[in-house]
């Protein structure tokens, strides 16, 4: 795997976002550094029951934007093992990316780190606007480790319930 971080780029966020505009990537974050992703059962939360239930099928799940897996990267609840935190992404009703998470998680962030894979969108069947998903193995093409300064500027606010603060 190659190590991303470029003279060119202010920062490793700005690297990620050109390779987003290239339109042949997609972006899985984690906070482990993995040598191949094999699919997981994904998990949405529910509102109604308050529970996380299984949504589709085990896949790998990437994203066209890089941003979202810089936040999923650092918001892994594995850089969080004493916190349970609500986080939450998606568009808004301008087409811009919108980021959540709980104040518990983003005082505690500063000091966190994780990595973003870069993975070939070809490998990826579209789920939904925000997501994409492979149910095969695969093995990232680069690899870039993000810390906190990496973070999307634009982080709101979120109860345990995801409701906006």
């Known amino acids: 795997m190659k190590e991303l971080f470029s003279e060119k780029f202010k920062s490793v966020r700005e690297e990620l ?11 899985h974050g984690t906070s482990d550094k993995i040598e191949m992703l094999a699919p997981k059962q994904p ?10 239930e299984p949504h589709g099928e ?9 941003d979202v897996a810089i936040f999923m990267a650092l918001f892994d609840s594995k850089n969080f093992p004493d916190i349970h935190f609500s986080k939450s992404f998606g568009l808004d009703e ?8 709980e104040k518990i998680a983003l005082d505690q962030v500063s000091d966190k780190t994780g990595v ?21 193995e695969i093995k990232p093409k680069m690899v870039v480790s ?15 319930d995801f409701n906006k603060l």
């Open 17 to 27: 976002l050109s390779l987003e505009k290239e339109g042949i990537y997609v972006f």
């Open 43 to 52: 998990f949405n939360f529910n509102k109604q029951t308050k529970n996380l």
């Open 58 to 66: 085990p896949a790998i799940c990437a994203s066209q934007y890089s």
């Open 94 to 101: 301008n087409n811009k990316l919108t980021f959540y998470v």
């Open 116 to 136: 973003v894979m870069v993975l070939d969108k070809g490998e990826f069947k579209e789920f939904d606007e925000m997501e994409y998903r492979a149910t095969l």
């Open 146 to 160: 993000v810390s906190a300064l990496d973070l999307p500027p634009n982080i709101g606010l979120i109860d345990k």
